[in-house]
C-alpha cells in the first residue's frame, strides 16, 4: 500500500464554526423528521488538536487499497481478482468479512462533507462502482437479485433455521450504512441505487418469516439495520423501507426499555449500542409518521 499522504489544510473558516454552505449532497425527498442535526458540511473545526487528529484520521482512507478490501465481494460474486486478500476480521474465512468495506465508505464520505477536499469523494467513487458490478454479477453466482456481500448467501439460512453464524446482518448493515453515507454526504448517487437494490433483497429475505423466527434470527446480531432503513425511508419516503425496519426491532431488547426498564448491562456491547441508538432515530421517523 502507498504511504498515507499529507491532507491539505481547509481555508481557516471565520470565528463561527457553523457556516451557511450550500449542500454536498441531495436533500431528502422523504419525510421531513421533527428534529434534524447540523450537516457536517456547514460545521468546521478550527485549529486545534481536535483539527490534528481529523486530519490524522482521515488520511487513513485515503491510504487503504481498495481492491484488497473489495477481493472477497469480487470472488463471491464470480468475478476476478488477483489482489492481495487482508487479514484479521477481512480475511476470506472470516464471517465478518465485508464490513470493513462499508466503515471505509462511510469514513470518506464524511471527510469530505467535513473539508470539502474532492480527494474523498473520488477515493470512494471506484469502489461504489465496483460493489455495483458485484451486486450485477451477483444473480449469476447464484445468489437473489439485490445481494451484494463478501460472503455465500447460503450463510442467512443458518439464522433462518436457528442456528448462530457469526452476525451477517451486522456485516450487511456496515455496507448498507455506508452506501447511505456516500448518497447523502458526497452525493453518490449510483451508490444509492445500489442501496436499493439491497433494500429490495433484506426485505424479499425476511418477509416470509414468522415474527417468532425473525425475532430468533435477530438474537444473532443484526447491527443497526432498522437504522439504516429508517433513514432510507426518510430519504425516499418509500413505506416498504419502514415495514422491513420494523422486523429488525428486536423484542429482547426493546421491550424492556419500553417498560422503563435497564437490562442493557447484560446484553453483549455490539448488539446493544447500535439498536438502542435506533430507538432514538426511530422515535424521530415515528414522528414524522403519525404526527400532525
Known amino acids: ?3 498515507p499522504r499529507d491532507i491539505p489544510r481547509p481555508p481557516r473558516p471565520s470565528r463561527r464554526q457553523v457556516l451557511a454552505t450550500a449542500p454536498t449532497g441531495p436533500r431528502p425527498s422523504g419525510p421531513r423528521a421533527a ?9 468546521r473545526l478550527l485549529e486545534s488538536p481536535f483539527l490534528a487528529n481529523m486530519r490524522r484520521t482521515c ?15 469480487r470472488l463471491n460474486a464470480g468475478l476476478p481478482s488477483s489482489a492481495e486478500p487482508c487479514g ?3 480475511a476470506p474465512d472470516v464471517q465478518l468479512r465485508g464490513h470493513t468495506t462499508g466503515h471505509l465508505l462511510s469514513a470518506p464520505a464524511q471527510a469530505y462533507a467535513g473539508t470539502g477536499d474532492e480527494a474523498y469523494a473520488a477515493k470512494s467513487r ?13 444473480p449469476a453466482a447464484g445468489h437473489r437479485q439485490g445481494y ?7 450463510v442467512f439460512d443458518r439464522p433462518e433455521a436457528g442456528g ?3 452476525a451477517p446482518y451486522y456485516t450487511l448493515h ?4 455506508g452506501l447511505l453515507d456516500q448518497y447523502e454526504l458526497a452525493g453518490d448517487r449510483q451508490a444509492l441505487t445500489v442501496l436499493l437494490d439491497m433494500a429490495a433483497w433484506a426485505d424479499a429475505r425476511t418477509a416470509p418469516l414468522s415474527r417468532e423466527r425473525m425475532q430468533t434470527v435477530l438474537k444473532g446480531g443484526f447491527g443497526g439495520m432498522n437504522d439504516v432503513l429508517a433513514r432510507l425511508y426518510l430519504v425516499t419516503g418509500d413505506a416498504a423501507h419502514l415495514r422491513t425496519a420494523r422486523r429488525f426491532d428486536h423484542e429482547e431488547l426493546y421491550a424492556p426499555l419500553a417498560a422503563g426498564r435497564d437490562e442493557l448491562a447484560t446484553t453483549w456491547a455490539a448488539r446493544r449500542t447500535a439498536p438502542t441508538r435506533t430507538c432514538t432515530a426511530r422515535s424521530v421517523t415515528s414522528a414524522c409518521t403519525t404526527g400532525p
Request: glycine share 2%; charged share 20%.
Open 1 to 3: 500500500m502507498p504511504a
Open 35 to 43: 428534529l434534524t442535526a447540523f450537516r457536517l458540511a456547514d460545521v
Open 59 to 73: 488520511a487513513y482512507p485515503l491510504f487503504v487499497d481498495t481492491d484488497r478490501l473489495l477481493h472477497t465481494f
Open 88 to 90: 484479521g476480521w477481512e
Open 126 to 138: 471506484s469502489p461504489v462502482s465496483a460493489l455495483a458490478e458485484c451486486q450485477r454479477a451477483a
Open 148 to 154: 451484494l456481500s463478501a460472503f455465500p448467501e447460503s
Open 164 to 166: 448462530k453464524p457469526w
Open 174 to 177: 456496515k455496507i448498507m450504512a
